[in-house]
Structure formats: structure tokens, C-alpha cells
């Protein structure tokens, strides 16, 4: 069921991942979060194939076409993925913290401190064995999902609620630093780290219609649209008569009187997240 693409010459291999509930993390809040099926990269995504794509590496360690890239920031990652879509005509993404944790954890079958083993030196690149730099891809096991270097080599990023992190651990994290139980704080957009690279993700394709965003309404008047799994609130506005316009300014309207009907307005800007989800 894996998925294989070609761009420019070079190949990749998108690892089918079936669905499934990803439990809330033991004392925290959030809730339990269900995921339909989806893909991910086989492997980070290398210098070869950012390459291939942008057309530039501007990688700290640009010693081998099959490491992965890195010193990328999250704008970069959006550009890339801009451009990688309009070359192969697909959706892919950056996995959400929920599915990088699922896809890391063999679908929540495993109970491994590691994505795929115990032994952190079988599996992973980190700072007990990658002597300060990262290594090519696929040199390590995979997990029981045939997905490499989950774990070490370079974290990877993902989001959360309009919140970025690294997830995985890298060449230089320690033991702890790289178990899958690990707590990450949120990181900003901008940072551009070379412990820092990218594993892409790839939703099924399914048309969006009417029937897609599922509408609730509160008691407070607010509008909650649900698209997939993202949801944002309007806002109830009550309608009225104000005076509008600038006196004396030949740039503006002048003053006038406006009335409007009742309305909703978005509680906060549209977030990447529900761009995403559309776009």
C-alpha cells in the first residue's frame, strides 16, 4: 500500500499508515484524537529531494545527497511544500504532532521507548554515536512500519494547534532527549537549527463539499464550523446604525450614517491550519 513518487529524477517512498485513536498523554488535558489514514515519508526528507525541488541546499552538513536536509525554517518547509505540490499535483504536508506520535509509536502498537526498539543505538543517530553530524537516511532499523530514522538523525518538524515543534530527537540529543515520551516546548517559526529537517505527510484526496464542514451553534450565540479535523468560531455580531467616514479629508468617504443587519465575524484570523485544510 506504499505510495512511490518521482520529482526530477528523484524517487520517494510515502508509507501508508491506517488509522486509528491516539490516547491524551498521561496527566495532560488534551483530549483523544482519532485519525483517518494517511502517509508518511519513509524516511526524513533528504538534500537530494529539497534539491531537486528548490534548487538550492544551504544544509550545515551538505556532505551527501541521501542526508537529510536541515537549517530549514518553517517558512522554508512551507515553500518547499508549495512548490513539491505544484511539481507533483499532490497535497503533501507536515504531519501534525498527533500523527508524527502514532506513525512513531507503530500505530500505538508499541510500547518501545524508541520508534521501533529499546536500543537506541540500533535504531538511531543521536549524540552517544553520530560524532556531531547527521548521517545518510536508512542506515538504521525502521520501525515495524517500515518507517527510518524516527528517532535521531534530525527532528523533525510538526504542529499542534498553531503551535510548531521538533519532534524525534537528533544527532546531538541525549538518551532521554530522544524517547518518544520526551516533553518538547513549542518552537518558533523562524528557527533554522541543524539538528532541525522534515518528514512529509499525504492525506487520501476527498473533494470538499457542503457535506464536509459541520456546523454548532452555543449558547453564546457563537458559530462553530468544523472542516475535517479543524475547527474556528464566528463571532455573533448584533446589527446597528454608526456613522462612518472622515471629515474634511479628501481621501476618504465622508461622514455617513450605515446600517447593518446582524452578522458573524471570525474569532481570530485564519490560521495556517484551516488554510491548509482548503487550500
Partial sequence: HNLQFNVNGVSFTMVKVNGGVVPSPPNQEND??????YYIGQTE????????????????????????IET????EVLDFLYHLNQLTGE?????SRAEWLYAATDGISSTNIFSGSNDILSIAW?????ASYTHEVKTKTPNS???YDMTGNVAEWCYENDQYYALGGSWDSSVDECKISAKHKPIKANTASSTIGLRLVMHPKQKQTSDDVQIHYLADSTCV????????DMKFVEGGTFMMGQPNEKTAAPVHEVTLSNYYIGETEVIEQLWCAIM
Fill in 32 to 37: 483523544s484524537v482519532v485519525l483517518p489514514d
Fill in 45 to 68: 526528507v533528504t538534500q537530494e529531494l529539497w534539491n531537486a525541488v528548490m534548487g538550492y541546499n544551504h544544509s550545515t552538513f551538505p556532505w551527501g545527497s541521501q542526508h537529510p
Fill in 72 to 75: 530549514i525554517s518553517w517558512y
Fill in 91 to 95: 497535497e503533501f504536508g507536515i504531519p
Fill in 126 to 130: 543521536a549524540k552517544m554515536n553520530a
Fill in 145 to 147: 512500519l517500515d518507517i
Fill in 225 to 232: 464550523f468544523q472542516i475535517g479535523d479543524v475547527y474556528f
